[in-house]
């Protein structure tokens, strides 16, 4: 087996990588702890916007994953990600050196998975993925 044989397994390997802790995480959104967290770091209207934060990455990593409509999946996963990045990882307003360095770790590993939302944006899902398969062959079923 080539290189290129087996190199086509890797992007459904990544996506699932890549949405997991998006789905794994998707459901703590509605819980009330999460709520009123959010609330305290200046999210406005947390009792609906944190819930709809959940429902907005669950729905992109189910996107994402078997790579159908993974385009607008990950568009759905960078809409998730920017608001999380600039009101709950803001590394910048804290005094305290250890939490300051904490919350860059989180902002930084959210951003490289914004990057990772726009590279499949860029591309796509891959050869193994039900975008790959065409419209034609989604209505042949």
Same mark, same amino acid.
């Given at each position: 087996m080539s290189t290129r044989d087996w190199a086509q397994y890797l992007a459904p390997i990544g996506r699932a990588a890549f949405v997991l802790p998006f789905l794994w995480f998707s459901p703590l959104r509605v819980l009330e702890g999460s709520i009123a967290y959010a609330? +305290?770091?200046?999210?406005?209207?947390?009792?609906v916007l944190v819930p709809l934060a959940g429902v907005i990455s669950l729905a992109?990593?189910?996107?994402v994953l078997p790579g159908y409509r993974a385009r607008l999946g990950a568009w759905l996963?960078?809409?998730?990600?920017?608001?999380? *990045?600039?009101? *709950?990882h803001?590394?910048?307003?804290?005094?305290?050196?250890?939490?300051?360095? *904490?919350?860059?770790?989180?902002? *930084? +590993?959210?951003?490289?998975?914004?990057g990772v939302a726009l590279f499949i944006v860029c591309v796509g899902a891959g050869a193994l993925s039900l975008d790959a398969r065409g419209p034609a062959s989604m209505t042949a079923r």
């Open positions: 609330g +305290g770091q200046g999210v406005p209207l947390p009792q992109g990593g189910l996107s996963l960078v809409l998730f990600l920017a608001p999380v *990045m600039l009101f *709950m803001r590394f910048w307003t804290i005094r305290d050196p250890a939490i300051a360095e *904490m919350q860059l770790g989180f902002f *930084m +590993g959210n951003l490289s998975r914004v």
